[in-house]
Structure formats: C-alpha cells, structure tokens
T-cell receptor, first 112, second 110 residues
Framework: DGGITQSPKYLFRKEGQNVTLSCEQN?????MYWYRQDPGQGLRLIYY???????QKGDIAEGYSVSREKKESFPLTVTSAQKNPTAFYLC???????????FGPGTRLTVL | GIQVEQSPPDLILQEGANSTLRCNFS?????LQWFHQNPWGQLINLFY???GTKQNGRLSATTVATERYSLLYISSSQTTDSGVYFC????????????FGKGTSLLVTP
C-alpha cells in the first residue's frame, strides 16, 4: 500500500532528553513536511524539505532538527532546547498529479 | 503570513441535518484543501479545490478564489461525520507548505 508511516504512535520523554520521530513515505514524493498540532489548534509548520539533502526552517523551527538523506525518509529530532515539546506531530508529503499534501497518522509526544 | 479563518468554531447537528462550513483566506492561494481529522488524529483528505466546485458523495465543496473563500457542504449528516474539519491553503512560500485554520469541531448526535 502506498502511504506515509510515522513511528512511534506514542512517545514519552523525560525533560532534557532528545527524541527522534520517524516519517517514511513510499509515494515517490519529493517534498516532505513536519507540522505540530496543539490542542484546539490548527497545524503549524516546523520544517520542510523539497529535495534530498536540502531542508528549510518553518514558522516554529526552534528546538527541532531534521535530516533528509533519502527521498523516502524525513526524521524529526525534538531537542532539549524545545521549551514546550508536548504536542501531536504530523508528517506530510506533497506530490501526485494535483500536488496534494497527504498526512501520516501522527506521533503524540508527552514530556514527563 | 496568510490568514485562514474558519467558521463556525463549533457545530452540533442531529443526524440527517445539513451544514455549511466556511473558510476565509486573506490572500490569493495556489491550492486549497479540506481535511477531516478523526478522533485518532488522522487527517483525511476530503477535497483539493483551489477553485470551482467538487462533489464526493454527501460532501461537496466550492471555492471562489476571487472572493477568497471556500465552503464545505455536508448533507444528511451521520454520526461518523463527527470530528474536526480543517481548511488549509498553500500560498507558494515555505516550499508550498499548507497554512491551516483553527478548524470547525462538528458533533453529530443520533
């Protein structure tokens, strides 16, 4: 099946720890994105990548880092510098005939 | 950046009722998408509709790009329609990322 997978579904982190969220797509899309969703809010852009080995900061990049070594993969690291990391994280890719964005199922991160 | 406003913020319907959700945006856009977020958080694509009208079963959408708004119509609502509906626009900057509204939370009661 074609689609976007994210893992883990739930993640618990102690303060001061870095954690990495996985995002993989087999849609052959060039562009990939990370968004953050807080309760009762819409999604906000963290980072995006339009091509392998290139990525750009979004609106709320502070405290996060990414890599794009393969077309299929766009992992997000939440560092200890992120002041309020508890949130729902969604990965997306863009492509196809109409250049729609499609989303993965998300990772819920909780800082203990 | 571009502003996206959705109304109403909350909506409660009885099963079988019809509803209209509205999305206003502050600038011209390349793309507009409607999503349904289910209770597990998954965003489900409903429509890619930068302009014109589309229909898919009980759902239809219309975007009037020149007047900067889009409407999502839900007819004969069912309890499974409950969830949050998001409008998102692509402005052309930030690598064609989407700018989201805050959503309309819909509850359909039996």
């Amino acid at each position: 099946d074609g689609g976007i997978t994210q893992s883990p579904k739930y993640l618990f982190r102690k303060e001061g720890q870095n954690v990495t969220l996985s995002c993989e797509q087999n849609l052959n899309h060039d562009a990939m994105y990370w968004y953050r969703q807080d309760p009762g809010q819409g999604l906000r852009l963290i980072y995006y990548s339009q091509i392998v080995n290139d990525f750009q900061k979004g609106d709320i990049a502070e405290g996060y880092s990414v890599s794009r070594e393969k077309k299929e993969s766009f992992p997000l690291t939440v560092t200890s510098a992120q002041k309020n990391p508890t949130a729902f994280y969604l990965c997306a890719s863009r492509g196809g005939g109409e250049n729609e964005q499609f989303f993965g199922p998300g990772t819920r991160l909780t800082v203990l | 950046g571009i502003q996206v406003e959705q109304s109403p913020p909350d909506l409660i319907l009885q099963e079988g009722a019809n509803s209209t959700l509205r999305c206003n945006f502050s600038d011209s856009v390349n793309n507009l998408q409607w999503f349904h977020q289910n209770p597990w958080g998954q965003l489900i694509n409903l429509f890619y509709i930068p302009s014109g009208t589309k229909q898919n079963g009980r759902l239809s959408a219309t975007t009037v790009a020149t007047e900067r708004y889009s409407l999502l119509y839900i007819s004969s609502s069912q309890t499974t329609d409950s969830g949050v509906y998001f409008c998102a626009v692509e402005h052309g900057d930030s690598g064609y990322a989407l700018n989201f509204g805050k959503g309309t939370s819909l509850l359909v009661t039996p």
